[in-house]
C-alpha cells in the first residue's frame, strides 16, 4: 500500500517529466521523515514530522533550523503542486513561541497559499505539537519561474 506523499511525489515528478533534472523527493526527506495528513489542492497542505532527539539542542529541545526546514519542505511542496512548476524560497520569516522537546514525539506542519501571482506566491503557515500548541508560525514568498513555452 502506498503512502499518500508519494502519490503526490509522484504527481511532482509527472509534471517535470524523467529529465526534469531534479531529485523527487528531495534528499531531506529522509532525515525529517515527513507524513502527509492533508492536502487540499490549491490551498493548503498538513504534514506530520517526528521531533527526533538526535536534532536536540543542549536543553534537548528541537533545534530551529529543523522547524525552518520542515517549514520549506512544506511551503515548497504546496507552491509545486499549486503553480505546477518548482519554485524557490525568496523570504521566511519565522517566528518561534514556545520550545519543542526532542522526545520524539510528531509534530505538525500546516501550510496555506495565500496568493500567486505570476512571479511571486505568498504562504504562511504554523507548527504545532501533539497537543495542538502552536510552536511557531511562518510566511514566505516564493519566486515562481517563468514556464518555458
Same mark, same amino acid.
Given at each position: /500500500?502506498?503512502?499518500?506523499?508519494?502519490?503526490?511525489?509522484? $504527481?511532482?515528478?509527472?509534471?517535470?517529466?524523467?529529465?526534469?533534472?531534479?531529485?523527487?523527493?528531495?534528499?531531506?526527506?529522509?532525515?525529517? !521523515? *515527513?507524513?502527509?495528513?492533508?492536502?487540499?489542492?490549491?490551498?493548503?497542505?498538513?504534514?506530520?514530522?517526528?521531533?527526533?532527539?538526535?536534532?536536540? +539542542?543542549?536543553?534537548?529541545?528541537?533545534?530551529?533550523?529543523?522547524?525552518?526546514?520542515?517549514?520549506?519542505?512544506?511551503?515548497? /511542496?504546496?507552491?509545486?503542486?499549486?503553480?505546477?512548476?518548482?519554485?524557490?524560497?525568496?523570504? /521566511? +520569516?519565522?517566528?518561534?513561541?514556545? *520550545?519543542?522537546?526532542?522526545?520524539?514525539?510528531?509534530?505538525?506542519?500546516?501550510?496555506?497559499?495565500?496568493?500567486?501571482? !505570476?512571479?511571486?506566491?505568498?504562504?504562511?503557515?504554523?507548527?504545532?505539537?501533539? +497537543?495542538? $500548541?502552536?510552536?511557531?508560525?511562518?510566511?514566505?514568498?516564493? +519566486?515562481?519561474?517563468?514556464?518555458?513555452?
Amino acid at each position: /500500500m502506498r503512502a499518500p506523499e508519494d502519490e503526490l511525489y509522484a $504527481k511532482l515528478r509527472g509534471r517535470v517529466g524523467d529529465d526534469g533534472g531534479l531529485t523527487i523527493p528531495p534528499v531531506i526527506v529522509a532525515e525529517l !521523515r *515527513p507524513r502527509l495528513l492533508d492536502h487540499t489542492p490549491g490551498e493548503s497542505i498538513r504534514c506530520a514530522f517526528p521531533a527526533q532527539e538526535r536534532f536536540a +539542542n543542549p536543553m534537548g529541545m528541537l533545534q530551529g533550523g529543523i522547524i525552518a526546514a520542515a517549514f520549506d519542505f512544506v511551503f515548497g /511542496m504546496l507552491a509545486f503542486l499549486t503553480l505546477e512548476r518548482p519554485c524557490a524560497s525568496v523570504t /521566511m +520569516n519565522l517566528t518561534y513561541l514556545r *520550545p519543542l522537546p526532542a522526545d520524539g514525539a510528531e509534530f505538525t506542519v500546516e501550510v496555506c497559499m495565500r496568493a500567486a501571482m !505570476r512571479s511571486l506566491a505568498f504562504l504562511e503557515g504554523s507548527v504545532c505539537d501533539g +497537543n495542538g $500548541k502552536t510552536i511557531a508560525t511562518a510566511t514566505t514568498t516564493m +519566486n515562481v519561474p517563468r514556464q518555458e513555452t
